[in-house]
């Protein structure tokens, strides 16, 4: 096999061959390019970005240099990760894609990959199946995530982000040793854990516990008071509340017996036994079942997301396989899963959707289920968006007909996924906030009425974002405030991302200096999961950070402090910026005046706004036009805030700038 089967990034950067011989891999600096492929999750990562990651700084003078060692390097790890690939033939693994390079490791080749996906596979397992997974989990590590690169500024958020992941997983085995009635078994790893993070809580209230449990009250209450002095003296706190009651519990010999959880967990466990004896395992009734599944899955957070995307395609590959047309479409249809930004985390994905659900459409006719027509409709709408021309205006269209479809049938879920492709269509052109503020708000009130709570979710973040193009914080604050509360109550942690950007946002909006905003948008990114949501993320940060300093007033210092961040699809309208902050205005000018129209999206009037605000400090009489044009709907707006994740400033005062320079 020409392609490893693994890639190894939890210790040393390692990669193994299917049959687990390790390959060998070149040196020091060729393991780091990969560790940066590597945490990029099959994204390109463009060469200019690899250049400034691998090396600290690079003038203009070592500049062609570093790109042309950069090939050097690839060549080498091509070789090395392929070794049986025949001369001219195309690499599979490390692909060169436009401008940059990528990835691709199928399913879980990638040891992070599979590690999240295991602890996220533990979730609601009894607890001797969530024993077995997270011990497989935490037996992929071989040493501190992504050591070949500690201390590499690009890869520290990364590291930091899988060692939590790994100290919670921990956590999760120990709890799940514990709940099996094997507590001493769960008291070593635990007393190691607490003696690396003595600042854990967790970690102290798992190991007394299991202490307790394994008839050791004396040491389960020193063990407490050990918490209690480690969070006294290096942190000036208390016990939490759950500590405490632990502490009193005890005292009281009442720490002990199930929790509802684990019911919960048997339950589950012992439903899906039953379900999997009943049902064949290539019955149509367990391939709806699996995408009703999906569906909810989609909604858990990160991991799930991933999970749900990724099975998916293999669920309607299945579907297509049995060569049943309607279980076929109704697979494709059925799908609701709510979506709030405008391009899609999986384009390749997207557009086999659409064309499976125009040939279900077409194959069915007009004789088929007007539910499923609607629903297959609201699909083309929900999967065409951010597109531009034909394949946009069929796309709103599609939403239009499911619209009236689901009015007619009086089908409040047809309906709210209409709703979805209709406001995913509403960023065609500048000046739409009114337009999708009214959608939000029916999507609130048939949500509400029908106890459809994902979709209420949706409407709220709409009308958050919505609210922002307007300048109307306080409306944009009771939607955040109502966004947050039903993601706590309906469990879906995804929500917090939208409203942690919504921060930056705010402060925006309201006057706060350039420097607070970029330290928000900063922290939002960072807690923002890159791999379930990369339609969301790429590009956004340097945008946001460029849009604070614009309206700032200052983009041009410190080009170090967004310049070399991922520009994702937004490079056209980053360059020009980005070649000012180091000085190259006569290249700035070029790069400006090459830029094209925006695609549909939320971030349109935002690049508009770029292109416009950096037409005035280059003179450029064609591209302030342009921009004019096309903010001028925009009138009473605030360009970008429509996203909810950034703002760049008020469309009439850069109007005004732009008519004074004509």
């Known amino acids: 096999m020409s392609a490893p089967l693994r890639l190894g990034v939890l210790g040393p950067t390692t990669a193994w061959e299917a049959g687990g011989r390790e390959l060998r891999l070149p040196g020091p600096r060729h393991r780091e390019l990969l560790v940066r492929l590597a945490v990029a999750r099959g994204a390109v990562v463009p060469v200019a970005v690899l250049v400034e990651d691998l090396w600290d700084a690079a003038g203009p003078d070592d500049e062609r240099g570093r790109t042309a060692a950069v090939r050097t390097f690839v060549a080498a790890l091509r070789r090395a990760l392929e070794p049986d690939r025949p001369t001219r033939a195309p690499a599979r693994v490390l692909r060169t894609q436009g401008a940059g390079y990528a990835l691709h490791l199928p399913g879980r080749a990638l040891d992070a990959t599979a ?19 997270l011990a497989a989990a ?161 909604t858990t957070g990160g991991p799930g997301l991933v999970a749900a995307r990724r099975e998916r395609s293999a669920l309607v590959d299945a579907a297509e396989a049995t060569g049943d047309a309607l279980l076929l479409a109704r697979l494709v249809g059925e799908h609701d899963v709510p979506a709030l930004w405008t391009r899609p985390d999986d384009p390749g994905q997207a557009q086999r959707l659409v064309v499976l659900a125009e040939r279900a459409l077409a194959d069915l006719g007009p004789g088929a289920p007007p539910a499923l027509r609607g629903r297959l409709l609201a699909t083309v709408a929900v999967e065409t968006r951010g597109a531009g021309g034909s394949v946009a205006a069929r796309g709103a269209e599609a939403a239009r007909e499911a619209e009236a479809l689901a009015r007619g049938l009086g089908d409040p879920g047809l309906l709210v996924h ?30 509400a009425r029908h106890d459809l709570v994902a979709h209420e979710v949706l409407g709220h973040l709409v009308l958050l974002q919505a609210r922002c193009a307007l300048g109307d914080v306080a409306r944009a604050d009771a939607a955040a405030a109502s966004a947050d509360d039903l993601g706590v109550r309906s469990e879906a942690p995804l929500v917090g991302v939208f409203t942690r950007w919504y921060r930056a946002v705010r402060a925006s909006l309201v006057g706060e200096p350039a420097d607070v905003v970029e330290a928000l948008a900063r922290e939002a990114s960072s807690a923002t999961p890159a791999d379930a949501m990369p339609g ?22 410190d080009p170090d402090g967004w310049a070399d961040l991922d520009p994702g699809p937004y490079g056209p309208w980053l360059r020009p910026w980005a070649l000012l902050a180091t000085g190259r205005r006569r290249e700035a000018a070029r790069a400006l005046a090459r830029t094209p129209d925006p695609l549909p999206g939320h971030l349109l009037e935002a690049q508009w706004a ?3 605000e950096a037409a005035l400090v280059l003179g450029d009489a064609r591209t302030a036009a342009r921009a004019r044009e096309a903010l001028a709907p925009a009138a009473g707006e605030v360009a970008g805030a429509g996203s909810g994740m950034l703002a760049v400033g008020p469309v009439d005062d850069l109007l005004r700038r732009l008519d004074a320079a004509r």
Do not use: C, I, K, N
Request: net charge positive; glycine share 12%; no cysteine.
């Open 115 to 133: 590690f999240e996906e295991d602890v996220a596979a533990a979730r609601g397992l009894a607890p001797a199946g969530a024993q077995e997974r």
């Open 138 to 298: 935490l037996a992929t590590w071989r040493g501190p995530a992504l050591a070949d690169v500690a201390g590499r500024p690009w890869a520290a958020g990364e590291a930091t982000r899988l060692e939590e992941l790994r100290r919670g997983a921990l956590e999760r085995l120990a709890a799940a040793r514990v709940d099996a009635g094997a507590p001493g078994a769960a008291v070593p790893d635990l007393e190691a854990h607490v003696r690396a993070h003595p600042h854990r809580e967790e970690g102290w209230r798992l190991l007394a516990l299991a202490l307790y449990r394994d008839g050791r009250q004396g040491d389960a209450l020193a063990t407490l008071r050990r918490a209690r002095a480690v969070l006294a003296d290096d942190l000036g706190l208390d016990p939490s509340p759950a500590l405490a009651r632990l502490e009193r519990d005890v005292l009281l010999h009442e720490a002990g017996g199930p929790t509802p959880a684990d019911g919960a967990a048997a339950a589950w466990d012992r439903t899906a036994a039953a379900y999997g004896l009943a049902v064949g395992p290539a019955s149509r009734a367990r391939l709806r079942a699996t995408g009703e599944l999906l569906r909810v899955l989609a």
């Open 418 to 447: 209409a709703l979805t492709g209709s406001h995913l269509h509403a960023f065609g052109r500048a000046g739409l906030a009114r337009r999708r503020a009214e959608v939000g708000a029916e999507l609130v009130r048939v949500s």
């Open 536 to 557: 969301v993320v790429a590009g956004l940060l340097p945008m946001a950070v460029l849009g604070a300093r614009v309206r700032g007033g200052d983009p041009g210092l």
């Open 610 to 612: 770029l292109a416009g």
